[in-house]
């Protein structure tokens, strides 16, 4: 059996790297690929300290009143920057979702919040009666931020947006830099404490790689970094230490964080890894084991604007990354375009159903806050409680097929029941939709995979939250990642499983969480018998690799090792 003890977060004494003052720091690697560069650090929305005596009232009026300038100004700036740069300003604005000029209206928007001649009046009295710059903004935001909260509709939904504007202004008074992704306009290891999905999505293509404090090897930060090829590693407790600017080497693969390196050998980090990457990329064809057994590789997406050529088929479309920071609903006719759009580029399309709630929040569905939950409303069990959701995305998946005259296949996620299963299918197939799938994602679904498959076309095996689920580990949680190593013969048991159901039932069964693009699990899960891999598109020529690389038998050999 694999060594499960994965070191937690540790550092390697100063003096033990390649050069002489160089320092290691060791995390989680989360997403394959060496990057080297110099790191900025993502700031967080600053720590008000207590209220400081003034001295002079007007002073702090004009300070006051300069932040609300500097953070109108950044707005506009990089509002500017969407319209002439699309791409990046763009990304970093909506998260990839919306087009150049929508972003830059978003920006504009925000801009135009910011210098309400109000909120400076506001701010302005209150420096004057004698709070100090950061105290006069906090206080005056918080009263605008209830007056819009007050209002309800979608000028309560823009109470959140003030938040983020009162950061940056205080941040500004403080004399701090200001809160959000970095726009230092070169190259840069974005390092942070922690980054929500919105902030990873969002990133520009400035970004070299991604290093953080907290988080998991299953979270979607992960999930996207890995989506973008973006080397990253999570859990890198101390890396927050170091100062901007540092050059740091970093390994996705390792979770290896090495700092002091020369330019020479950051340059060769780079050329290095390019090289490795256009290797992997020559290689082509259908995934086969090395005597020909098939072994479909699909790629796992969030939109369109993540299919790449090479690959068998979408095996995963996680819809809700279309629908983050939203302020409300997607409108039918908006997901259908959103769906013909990926329809019309690739051959088979496995759409997954809205996976909101718990590490994905969707503030729009206005679900309530939950003491636990990841056990609570979260995937198809939102149906629940607004089945409208899953009619109107059924609708719009079905109407999306038959414009683009593609066959839909639809899957729901955290399936537990049979029930829940036959209950979905009959509600696809209404709509004419081809093929209906259930995520085995809980160990019940995984229990009764037989069962399953008499209600359903096909399983996808979401091994993030099944390992989740069957270890009782937040996948999220950097000090659990042992628990949720998929080589944990527990969770390779449940696959065999659902494996074994599938075979007998004559229906494919395929792995779509992140363990699928591991090149040195993929030919376990092969051993055990799933029909697909799908991954982030950047894992495909590597798993490609490791399957021609050994024979099914051999395969099965190191299949049956792991859960021995
Ligand atoms: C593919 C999966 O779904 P997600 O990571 O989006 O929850 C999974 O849980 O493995
Ligand atoms: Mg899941």
């Not at 690697?29 to 700031?43: E, K």
Request: glycine fraction near 12%.
């Amino acid at each position: 059996m694999p060594d499960l003890s994965r070191p937690g977060p540790r550092t390697v004494p100063p003096g033990a790297g390649p050069a002489g003052s160089a320092r290691r720091l060791a995390g989680l690697g989360v997403s394959q690929g060496r990057a080297a560069g110099p790191m900025i650090r993502m700031a967080g929305p600053p720590a008000l300290p207590a209220p400081r005596p003034v001295t002079d009232p007007a002073a702090e009026a004009a300070t006051v009143a300069k932040a609300l300038e500097a953070v109108t100004a950044d707005l506009n700036r990089r509002a500017a920057a969407a319209r002439s740069h699309p791409s990046e300003e763009q990304d970093r604005a909506t998260g990839g979702r919306a087009g150049a000029s929508e972003a830059a209206e978003i920006l504009e928007a925000l801009a135009m919040m910011a210098e309400d001649p109000m909120l400076l009046e506001e701010a302005e009295r209150r420096a004057l009666d004698g709070a100090d710059a950061a105290h006069a903004l906090d206080a005056a935001f918080a009263q605008h931020r209830d007056a819009l909260a007050e209002l309800g509709g979608y000028l309560a939904e823009r109470a959140a947006d003030l938040d983020d504007l009162k950061h940056r202004a205080v941040a500004f008074a403080l004399g701090l830099p200001m809160p959000g992704l970095p726009a230092p306009g070169h190259p840069y290891v974005l390092v942070a404490e922690d980054l929500s999905p919105a902030d990873t999505a969002g990133l520009g293509p400035d970004v070299l790689a991604l290093v953080t404090e907290r988080g998991g090897p299953t979270s979607h930060t992960a999930i996207l970094a890995r989506g973008r090829g973006l080397p990253a590693v999570v859990a890198c407790a101390g890396v927050m230490d170091l100062p901007d600017g540092t050059v740091i080497g970093v390994d996705g693969g390792t979770g290896e964080i090495t700092t002091g390196l020369t330019a020479e050998r950051a340059a060769e980090i780079v050329a290095g890894e390019r090289a490795e990457r256009a290797r992997l990329a020559a290689g082509s064809g259908p995934g086969r084991t090395a005597d020909g057994h098939p072994v479909k590789l699909l790629l796992n997406i969030g939109s369109a604007k993540d299919l790449r050529p090479g690959a068998e088929g979408v095996g995963l479309f996680r819809t809700e990354f279309l629908f983050l920071d939203r302020t409300g609903a997607p409108s039918f006719e908006e997901q259908v375009a959103a769906y013909a759009e990926v329809f019309e580029q690739a051959e088979t399309v496995i759409v997954r159903t809205l996976d909101a709630g718990t590490d994905k929040p969707l503030p729009f569905l206005g679900l309530p806050a939950e003491p636990n939950p990841a056990l609570g409303v979260r995937g198809l069990r939102v149906d629940r409680v607004l089945p409208d959701v899953l009619d109107t995305q059924l609708d719009a998946i079905a109407e999306a097929a038959r414009a683009t005259g593609t066959q839909a296949w639809v899957m729901a996620p955290m399936v537990t029941t049979v029930a829940e299963a036959a209950g979905f299918a009959g509600r696809a197939r209404e709509r004419g939709i081809a093929k209906v799938g259930a995520m085995v994602e809980v160990p019940a679904a995984a229990l009764r995979a037989g069962a399953l498959l008499r209600e359903v076309d096909f399983l996808s095996i979401g091994t993030n939250d099944l390992a989740q689920y069957t270890f009782a580990a937040d996948r999220q949680h950097s000090e659990l990642a042992d628990l949720l190593d998929p080589r944990q013969p527990a969770l390779l048991q449940l696959i065999g499983m659902c494996a074994r159901a599938g075979r007998e039932a004559g229906k494919p069964v395929g792995v779509c969480g992140e363990a699928a693009g591991d090149p040195l699990l993929a030919p376990l899960l092969a051993g055990l018998g799933v029909t697909s891999l799908s991954m982030a598109p950047v894992c495909v020529p590597a798993v490609r690799e490791a399957l021609a690389g050994l024979t099914l038998g051999e395969c099965r050999r190191r299949a049956e090792e792991a859960v021995g």
